[in-house]
């Protein structure tokens, strides 16, 4: 049960909204086998006075339309993360037009003891959500 918080600056339209959810809800899908229903996506659209950020981060221009992206979501490897960050920046591309220097992403990690929703049935052997057939299993595998 991910949570994904997007915080971008105030403007967008409704349609781009849901192309960013739509990208980043099917790298999730795809990279770490969430259900397809398994989709919490909070928008913060802030005003630009409250949205600070130099012009140019790690040596890179960022426009205008930079987004930030903080993902809530139960232990990852580094290689399950690093293959979630760059099929995200190829999603936003591809369904909503954000290039990749305008997506900056974070990852919160948190313990699957600490996610609950009506519903949500967890499989003990491997801490993930019982319907996510490709999870991962055995002693590494902690939801």
Same mark, same amino acid.
């Given at each position: 049960?991910?949570? @994904? ?5 105030? !403007? /967008? ?10 990208? @980043?809800?099917?790298? &999730? ?31 890179? #221009?960022r426009?205008?339309?930079a &987004?930030?992206?903080? @993902? ?7 290689e ?5 960050f760059?099929?995200i920046?190829? #999603?936003?591309?591809l369904?909503?037009?954000?290039? =990749? ?5 974070? @990852?919160?990690?948190?313990?699957? =003891?600490? +996610? +609950?929703?009506?519903? #949500? ?10 319907? &996510?057939?490709?999870a ?5 595998a /902690? !939801?």
């Amino acid at each position: 049960m991910p949570l @994904i918080n997007v915080y971008l600056r105030q !403007g /967008t339209t409704a349609e781009h909204r849901r192309n960013v959810s739509l990208g @980043i809800h099917s790298a &999730m899908v795809d990279v770490l086998k969430v259900p397809q229903d398994d989709q919490f996506h909070v928008f913060h659209e802030v005003s630009p006075d409250n949205f600070q950020m130099q012009p140019v981060v790690f040596g890179l #221009r960022r426009s205008e339309r930079a &987004m930030f992206v903080q @993902i809530s979501v139960n232990h990852r490897t580094a290689e399950q993360k690093a293959e979630l960050f760059r099929v995200i920046v190829d #999603r936003l591309r591809l369904f909503a037009d954000v290039p =990749e220097e305008d997506v900056l992403m974070m @990852i919160n990690e948190t313990a699957r =003891e600490n +996610w +609950w929703a009506a519903g #949500r049935v967890v499989n003990p052997a491997t801490g993930y959500d019982e319907r &996510m057939n490709d999870a991962p299993t055995g002693a590494g595998a /902690t !939801g």
